[in-house]
Nanobody, 125 residues
Framework: QVELVESGGGLVQAGGSLRLSCAASGRAFVSYAMGWFRQAPGKEREFVAV????????NYANSAKGRFTISRDNAKNTVTLRMDSLKPEDTAVYYCATARGASSTYTHPHDYKYWGQGTQVIVSS
């Protein structure tokens, strides 16, 4: 069992930055890839970024490439999403999740087993 708690969301102006954190409990954290997803009102949950269990590889949605950076600290059981050059279309609830495997190839919600409660990000224009 893994419990995930996100933090760091908030209101930011377009062009600004936010740093989202996800704290995980449970020894299984270090064995699995970790991902970030987001869901805007009226839209399906979409993939943002994923990092392999060892942090040796990452994968990003096209919308996140060049602006977002995912990282993890297995000693602290945390995964972080650094978001720069934010746009109004980045407004959503952001969720961290634990993948069913260790690699950074998991990009669909059904590839993930445990989810946090989400943190709201609002980007004003």
């Amino acid at each position: 069992q893994v419990e995930l708690v996100e933090s760091g969301g908030g209101l930011v102006q377009a062009g600004g930055s936010l740093r989202l954190s996800c704290a995980a409990s449970g020894r299984a954290f270090v064995s699995y890839a970790m991902g970030w997803f987001r869901q805007a009102p009226g839209k399906e949950r979409e993939f943002v970024a994923v990092i392999s269990w060892s942090a040796s590889s990452t994968n990003y949605a096209n919308s996140a490439k060049g602006r977002f950076t995912i990282s993890r600290d297995n000693a602290k059981n945390t995964v972080t999403l650094r978001m720069d050059s934010l746009k109004p279309e980045d407004t959503a609830v952001y969720y961290c999740a634990t993948a069913r495997g260790a690699s950074s190839t998991y990009t669909h919600p059904h590839d993930y087993k445990y989810w946090g409660q989400g943190t709201q990000v609002i980007v004003s224009s």
